[in-house]
C-alpha cells in the first residue's frame, strides 16, 4: 500500500460518518476520471495496433512474392538517382 493510501486511512479514521460520505462523493469522481483516462489509452494503442496490422496487411497484398519483375524496357523515364 502507498504511503498516500496509508495517510488516507489514517486521516479518515478520525472523521465523522457524514465527513466520509462528503470525501467519497469527492474522490470517486477523480477516480473515474483516471480509469476512463487508462481505458481510453488503452483502447487507442490498441486501435493504432489495429491500424498498423492492416497497413502492413495492405502492403504485404501490394509488394507480395507473387508480384511479378518488371524488366527496365518497361521505365519510360528513368531515375539517375536509383542505385540497385
Not at 462528503?22 to 477516480?31: C, D, G, R, S, Y
Not at 494503442?45 to 502492403?59: D, H, I, V, Y
Not at 509488394?63 to 518497361?74: A, C, Q, R, V
Amino acid at each position: 500500500m502507498s504511503e498516500t493510501m496509508q495517510q488516507v486511512l489514517t486521516l479518515t479514521r478520525q472523521l465523522t460518518s457524514l465527513e466520509k460520505i462528503q470525501l467519497i462523493e469527492k474522490v470517486i469522481p477523480e477516480i473515474e476520471l483516471s480509469f476512463q483516462q487508462t481505458i481510453a489509452k488503452v483502447e487507442r494503442e490498441e486501435e493504432r495496433n489495429e491500424w498498423l496490422t492492416l497497413s502492413a496487411q495492405g502492403l504485404e497484398r501490394a509488394y507480395g512474392n507473387d508480384e511479378p519483375e518488371y524488366p527496365s524496357t518497361l521505365v519510360k523515364e528513368p531515375n539517375p538517382k536509383y542505385k540497385p
